[in-house]
């Protein structure tokens, strides 16, 4: 049980520390405690030759102990779960957070690797970084292009999904659902994704300074109530200087509107996604109050792609970089998951 004790030890901090929370006080105390801190660290990074990558990954707690593979999202980095990995680690997991194609100090391992985006390839990413760790099993907590990535690892190759907690719910891609229009406040949310449909879109992205600051400005409008201060964007930031990056993210959303084409080797995993396929193992959900891409009606939208144990939860005053404004909730919620 993670409580106040454990959650002051994982941060460095005394039994005096300023950390009003326990995972049991909701996600408000959670959240207060995210304000006021942001800083966490990993020890020196890791990498490993796994498929077409040699990816760069953080690593916490013991060897030998439950793993755990926390994945980020965009424009987001490892450090989502700089405060969550110390948590896991202080109960005793094996915390691995990579950063996905693209990112950080992950690079191909051939220069004549097509710079894919699509889901199903930084799906398989994660197959063989747990092949090449000699991970069976793992529970799989995500956010955004995380929670995909959890997602379909886990409707695909259940047997590798131990739990699964997925922030935003099932959040694999239907592109023929993608061609249909939203709401416009919806459609609102997602403009940089239309951005990156056009060549003007594409170019800021391969701009150091024009992305920076559109990536700060997506920081600040999709987490409306986190009080991350610059440093904390900074650090982030320097995963974005990745040479893939650009190539990487511009693919990703350019095929989600079916702008883009994929590979022929990833067809069959898709057409298997495109089925919608339902999810069995352990879930835990978890839907971010202040997140504009955050499905209306409390799980009810996606509650029918869950088959196994099951459980959701909805964070008050939280936005879209749940784990880094809610660390201890989101901790909470993969011990729950591995129990469920």
Excluded at 60 to 75: E, K, N
Excluded at 225 to 248: G, K, L, Q, S, V
Excluded at 264 to 287: F, G, H, N
Aim: neutral net charge; proline residues 7%; contains cysteine.
């Amino acid at each position: 049980m993670i409580n106040r004790r454990t959650l002051g030890k994982a941060l460095g901090l005394g039994a005096g520390g300023a950390v009003a929370v326990t995972l049991a006080g909701g996600p408000v105390a959670a959240h207060a405690a995210a304000r006021s801190r942001g800083h966490g660290a990993f020890p020196p990074l890791k990498k490993i030759r796994a498929g077409l990558l040699e990816i760069g990954y953080a690593e916490v707690g013991p060897r030998h102990g439950p793993p755990v593979i926390c994945l980020h999202g965009w424009p987001y980095d490892i450090h989502s779960f700089a405060e969550v990995a110390p948590l896991l680690a202080a109960e005793g997991r094996r915390v691995i957070v990579p950063y996905l194609r693209g990112h950080g100090t992950t690079r191909f391992v051939s220069p004549r690797t097509f710079r894919n985006g699509q889901q199903s390839a930084i799906a398989l990413d994660i197959i063989a970084l747990m092949d090449a760790l000699g991970l069976e099993q793992a529970v799989l907590a995500g956010f955004d292009w995380g929670a995909r990535t959890a997602a379909i690892v886990a409707a695909l190759w259940p047997e590798r999904c131990k739990a699964l907690v997925s922030v935003g719910g099932y959040l694999v891609t239907d592109r023929e659902a993608n061609l249909r229009p939203l709401a416009p406040a919806a459609e609102h949310a997602w403009w940089y994704q239309y951005y990156f449909a056009t060549e003007r879109g594409r170019l800021a992205m391969e701009d150091r300074t024009k992305r920076h600051d559109l990536t700060r400005l997506v920081w600040d409008t999709v987490s409306p109530t986190w009080d991350f201060d610059d440093a904390t964007f900074e650090r982030t930031a320097a995963a974005f200087e990745n040479p893939d990056y650009a190539a990487i993210v511009i693919h990703n959303y350019r095929w989600r509107l079916s702008l883009a084409e994929g590979e022929r080797r990833y067809e069959p995993y898709e057409k298997q996604l495109a089925a919608r396929p339902v999810i069995t193992v352990p879930t835990v959900t978890l839907d971010a109050e202040r997140d504009p891409f955050t499905v209306p009606g409390g799980g009810s939208a996606y509650r029918d792609r869950f088959a196994g144990p099951y459980d959701h939860r909805i964070l008050k005053g939280i936005g879209h970089n749940l784990p880094q404004e809610a660390p201890a909730e989101f901790a909470r919620a993969v011990i729950d998951a591995d129990h469920l």
